[in-house]
């Protein structure tokens, strides 16, 4: 079983995904150009995106810039390599309305808050929530609703 830990932020620029990516990675050995990566934006009548968008992505530095020009498309990148020991997954999933959710996942339900806590300081993430295998909410509306849904799993952390 995973433990999926995000936050929210406003941060999505290149300094904080960086930031973020350095902090739970080991930057430096991810290999670039990324291979088999690709910007899958699918579409969305509430913000306005009439069909699927797929560009392939040959760095973390062209798929930030491509998050940042384009602030209304919501796409996730999911790292499993050159990961801090406890952690299985780092995830950075830039949301529709120009915010981005930042997500590691573990298997050390211990950690959980530790990882909530780094998650927040790193990102400046106004808000956070812990799931057990459960994917990234596509803007705020639907990460306040996994708030609520999750929230009486808290106590089990505590």
Same mark, same amino acid.
């Given at each position: 079983? &995973? !433990?999926?830990?995000?936050?929210?932020?406003?941060? #999505?620029?290149?300094?904080?995904?960086? #930031?973020?990516?350095?902090?739970?990675?080991? #930057?430096?050995?991810?290999?670039?150009?990324?291979?088999?990566?690709?910007?899958?934006?699918?579409?969305? %009548?509430? !913000?306005? =995106?009439?069909?699927? =968008?797929?560009?392939?992505?040959?760095?973390?530095?062209?798929? /930030?810039?491509?998050?940042? #020009?384009?602030?209304?498309?919501?796409?996730?990148? !999911?790292?499993?390599?050159?990961?801090?020991?406890?952690?299985?997954?780092?995830?950075?999933? &830039?949301?529709?309305?120009?915010?981005?959710? &930042?997500?590691?996942? =573990?298997?050390? *339900?211990?950690?959980?808050?530790? /990882? %909530?806590?780094?998650?927040?300081?790193?990102?400046?993430? !106004?808000?956070?929530?812990?799931?057990?295998?459960?994917?990234? *909410?596509?803007?705020? %509306?639907?990460?306040?609703?996994?708030?609520?849904?999750?929230?009486?799993?808290?106590?089990?952390?505590?």
């Amino acid at each position: 079983m &995973f !433990y999926d830990i995000y936050g929210l932020s406003m941060g #999505r620029d290149q300094s904080t995904v960086e #930031r973020f990516l350095r902090h739970f990675c080991y #930057r430096d050995p991810i290999a670039e150009p990324l291979q088999d990566q690709w910007v899958q934006v699918w579409p969305s %009548e509430k !913000y306005h =995106i009439p069909e699927l =968008i797929e560009l392939p992505m040959t760095s973390i530095a062209d798929m /930030i810039a491509y998050a940042v #020009r384009h602030p209304n498309h919501g796409f996730v990148f !999911y790292n499993q390599f050159a990961l801090r020991t406890n952690v299985k997954s780092a995830i950075v999933k &830039f949301t529709y309305d120009g915010k981005v959710v &930042f997500g590691i996942s =573990i298997s050390d *339900a211990y950690q959980v808050l530790a /990882i %909530e806590a780094e998650i927040k300081h790193v990102t400046q993430a !106004y808000k956070s929530y812990i799931a057990v295998e459960y994917p990234p *909410a596509c803007d705020e %509306e639907e990460f306040d609703a996994d708030v609520l849904m999750w929230q009486d799993s808290r106590e089990d952390y505590c």
